[in-house]
């Protein structure tokens, strides 16, 4: 009992610290834009001042603009009040950049702050734990309850961490399915490049381009099954009826006719409607897991806050 009145307080303050956190943010938002724009109108008045000295610079010295006023006879009424028009361009230029000065310290003074909010946030989790530990082990119908919403929050935890794990397995299989369609692409219209006489050039280039196809065939089952098996893990499968191999049992024939090509280009066209046809399909499941981790998210959230609710409350 005596722990536990010990940590209510310990949290009790920890939570006063990071009650302000909200406002914080909001504020260094607020100074940051506030402070770009003095930026900007720094910039402006800097350009003013260089201005109103060259003025004043010009007709101090022998330049045309000085001549000219000094046949008119005003030279000195012209040069004071070019003189007063850059005194007051300096005390503009000096009172933003003070200005600036000051907000950038009060910047300065909320990134301490949150720094602090940020640690009280790490000790409050720490607390909770600790907390957290200790009712567990009570032999307490309210114990046992709080036992069940930590496990509830715990396995939500798992599932969001195995559906990002399948999405980024996704990510990769059809990063590498988008590798193959241009691959694919780049390979098509090889039968007219032979009856422009592509030659031994045109078989040789073929290989290489199909040697590339093969290499990326090979990654794609790599990430294929990878990418089933995580889905596995979260109960949901993908549904592929698509050629994707139809190139390989070329590789190892020089193309030297038309007849042979066309043939080949069938197998490649099949290949490359597969690939993009995949590309489709994954792209859908992807989104599907996407609302099902902002599904997770959502739940996580609201039974985080109630499993917090009740250790703070717990005495």
């Known amino acids: 009992m005596e722990e536990y009145t010990r940590l209510n307080k310990e949290l009790q303050h920890l939570q006063t610290q990071i009650a302000e956190k909200q406002w914080v943010e909001a504020r260094l938002i607020e100074m940051e834009a506030k402070m770009a724009n003095q930026k900007s109108q720094l910039a402006h008045l800097q350009e003013q001042l260089a201005?109103?000295?060259?003025?004043?610079?010009?007709?101090?010295?022998?330049?045309?603009?000085?001549?000219?006023?000094?046949?008119?006879?005003?030279?000195?009424?012209?040069?004071?009040?070019?003189?007063?028009?850059?005194?007051?361009?300096q005390l503009k230029y000096d009172e933003a950049q003070q200005s600036l000065a000051l907000n950038e310290a009060e910047v300065e003074?909320?990134?301490?702050?949150?720094?602090?909010?940020?640690?009280?946030?790490?000790m409050l989790?720490?607390?909770?734990?600790?907390?957290?530990?200790?009712?567990?082990?009570?032999?307490?119908?309210?114990?046992?309850?709080?036992?069940?919403?930590?496990?509830?929050?715990?396995?939500?935890?798992?599932?969001?961490?195995?559906?990002?794990?399948?999405?980024?397995?996704?990510?990769l299989y059809r990063e590498i399915l988008e590798l193959l369609t241009r691959q694919l692409k780049s390979t098509q219209n090889w039968g007219t490049w032979d009856v422009l006489g592509g030659g031994m050039l045109s078989s040789y280039v073929k290989q290489q381009r199909l040697g590339d196809v093969r290499k990326t065939l090979s990654s794609l089952r790599h990430y294929e099954l990878k990418f089933r098996r995580e889905l596995a893990d979260i109960k949901q499968s993908l549904d592929l009826d698509v050629e994707l191999t139809g190139v390989e049992g070329f590789?190892?024939?020089?193309?030297?006719?038309?007849?042979?090509?066309?043939?080949?280009?069938?197998?490649?066209?099949?290949?490359?409607?597969?690939?993009?046809?995949?590309?489709?399909?994954?792209?859908?499941?992807?989104?599907?897991?996407?609302?099902?981790?902002?599904?997770?998210?959502?739940?996580?959230?609201?039974?985080?806050?109630?499993?917090?609710?009740?250790?703070?409350?717990?005495?």
């Not at 007709?59 to 603009?65: K, P, Q, R, T």
């Not at 720094?115 to 946030?121: N, P, W």
């Not at 559906?163 to 980024?168: K, L, V």
């Open 51 to 89: 201005k109103e000295r060259a003025d004043i610079t010009a007709l101090e010295g022998l330049s045309l603009v000085g001549l000219f006023y000094s046949i008119l006879g005003n030279k000195d009424q012209q040069l004071e009040k070019e003189r007063r028009e850059a005194l007051m361009a």
């Open 125 to 171: 989790e720490a607390k909770l734990e600790i907390k957290l530990s200790l009712l567990l082990l009570e032999p307490t119908p309210a114990a046992q309850a709080l036992k069940q919403r930590h496990t509830q929050w715990q396995a939500l935890k798992k599932q969001k961490l195995e559906i990002s794990e399948a999405f980024e397995a996704g990510k």
């Open 251 to 315: 590789l190892d024939v020089f193309f030297d006719n038309l007849i042979t090509d066309w043939i080949v280009q069938q197998r490649i066209n099949r290949s490359l409607a597969g690939a993009q046809k995949a590309f489709s399909q994954v792209g859908q499941v992807l989104d599907t897991l996407v609302v099902r981790r902002q599904q997770i998210d959502n739940q996580i959230v609201i039974e985080e806050g109630e499993l917090r609710k009740k250790i703070v409350e717990a005495t």
């Open 109 to 122: 003074g909320l990134k301490v702050r949150m720094q602090r909010i940020h640690e009280a946030e790490e």
